[in-house]
């Protein structure tokens, strides 16, 4: 039974940071790949950030430079690291996990077949 659970959103102002955590369990975590994708209101949920097993990331052109992914596998946890934020990046964070991904197409929402209730992240 795989479940994802994150934590660590909030409100910020502009400029601010925050950090979210993805702990997961029920798989490898090596065998793997995790992201993190958002949802703000009337909008449909887009990609944010990647990472394989091995730790290659990937980013969404909006985030690049400003959040940072990463993992420790032995926790199995992923975590975001937001900078800079923007009024832009509110909205549902949700992290997600699969096998199936290939690198070139990281941001499929349909190849994740795990995904966490999300935390909300608000920034005026």
């Known amino acids: 039974h795989v479940q994802l659970v994150e934590s660590g959103g909030g409100s910020v102002q502009a400029g601010g940071s925050l950090r979210l955590s993805c702990v997961a369990s029920?798989?490898?975590?090596?065998?793997?790949?995790r992201g993190w994708f958002r949802q703000a209101p009337e909008k449909e949920r887009e990609e944010v950030a990647f990472i394989d097993g091995d730790g290659v990331t990937n980013y969404a052109g909006s985030v690049k430079g400003r959040f940072a992914i990463s993992q420790d596998n032995a926790k199995n946890t992923i975590y975001l690291q937001m900078n800079n934020l923007k009024p832009e990046d509110t909205g549902l964070y949700f992290c997600?996990?699969?096998?199936?991904?290939?690198?070139?197409?990281?941001?499929?929402?349909?190849?994740?077949?795990?995904w966490g209730q999300g935390t909300q992240v608000t920034v005026s």
């Open positions: 029920g798989y490898n975590p090596s065998t793997y790949c």
């Open positions: 997600a996990a699969g096998d199936r991904i290939v690198f070139s197409f990281w941001y499929e929402r349909r190849k994740y077949d795990y």
